[in-house]
């Protein structure tokens, strides 16, 4: 990978990725009909054990693959996804040709589903572990997941580059941390090491929410219509919101609601926001961001979006 052609060209492109990539209520660009994604594979494993001391059962690890890996198998680029994001919603903005984020006709693209967005292990499609019976897992626990489907089920020894944005974006510098010397290099967009005070209160009033909700029966469109205003809040300014729907707030969580309905579990939802209220590179450290950054060794990227409501960048 040519550093300085690949980081510029993510550096161009930023400010769109922190519009399309910062949670569930704005989706990648449309995907183009003469690129459709690949159906997914799965790896199968009968437990992944978790840091908590539970496990995922009848563990499910699912990814898609883009792009010819070349003979010296040294082309890979591993793809993270971003809050309840899939990876078949990557074609034709990460995924592509030379326009996209990653060019697939130089690289082999891994993208790899996160637990709890419905296509790896998660409480709405879990035979066994089903909604609140699912373990919460952790950012590390995602990359414990990542390395062993790339290290032991695809016999890659090392990887030219993990890459991600938002909650993917957290879960590239774990990898940064966890697994140092498995990357040559990261890319995090709008990324955090460590939760910030304002996400936690952000996060957690959707987890609130969600808790609170469900077992007194709130109907499912009606929560999802709360958490898409909270979502609302956080990933548009007033002045655009205002500017754009003056007489129709209300218009712009209903539209947001809509992309979500068809898939939308809540649970799904709180798994996943468990993960980042929790997540901290520096926790096997000691709190130090600093002996955490004295772990990584691979070449890195960072591209903060400096009024970023939804990952703030204060860590």
């Keep these: 990978m040519e550093v300085r052609a690949f980081g510029m060209r993510l550096l161009i492109r930023s400010a769109l990725a922190s519009l399309v990539v910062l949670g569930p209520s704005v989706l990648p660009v449309p995907v183009s009909a003469q690129a459709p994604a690949p159906p997914p594979a799965v790896a ?3 437990r992944c054990p978790l840091e908590g001391g539970g496990e995922i059962v009848e563990c499910r690890v699912a990814y898609r693959t883009y792009g010819a890996l070349a003979p010296a198998r040294d082309n890979v680029v591993v793809l ?5 994001g899939r990876t078949g919603s990557l ?21 790899i589903d996160a637990f709890g967005n ?28 990542q390395h062993r489907l790339l290290h032991d ?21 774990q990898w940064s941390v966890q697994f140092p010397d498995y990357a040559e290099r990261v890319v995090a967009i709008v990324p955090t090491p460590r939760t910030a005070a304002y996400d936690r209160v952000l996060w957690g009033t959707e ?22 205003g ?51 590179v520096s926790a096997p450290f000691g709190g130090s961001l600093e002996r955490a950054a004295g772990e990584v060794r691979a070449r ?16």
Excluded: C, K
Excluded at 80 to 84: G, H, M, N, R
Excluded at 93 to 110: K, N, S
Excluded at 160 to 173: D, E, I
């Design 300 to 315: 890195t990227l960072l591209v903060i979006s400096a009024q970023d409501h939804m990952v703030t960048p204060a860590s």
């Design 80 to 84: 993270t996804t971003w809050f309840l």
């Design 44 to 46: 199968r494993f009968d």
């Design 207 to 228: 987890l609130t929410a969600i808790e609170s909700s469900v077992p007194a029966g709130v109907p499912r469109d009606s929560l999802l219509s709360i958490l898409e």
């Design 118 to 145: 419905g296509e790896s292990s998660s409480p709405s499609t879990s035979a066994v572990q089903r909604d609140a019976a699912f373990p919460h897992f952790t950012m590390r626990d995602l990359v414990s997941a």
């Design 91 to 111: 074609v034709g903005f990460y995924v592509g040709g030379p326009g996209a984020l990653v060019d697939t006709t130089r690289y082999h693209v891994i993208a």
């Design 230 to 280: 909270i979502q609302t809040l956080a990933l548009q300014t007033p002045a655009y919101v205002n500017r754009t729907l003056p007489d129709s707030a209300a218009l712009l969580v209903a539209r947001a609601a809509a992309v979500l309905r068809a898939r939308f579990d809540p649970w799904d939802w709180a798994s996943q926001l468990r993960a980042m209220l929790g997540h901290d």
């Design 153 to 173: 089920v695809l016999g890659l020894v090392r990887v030219r580059a993990v890459m991600g944005a938002s909650m993917g974006g957290m879960q590239a510098l």
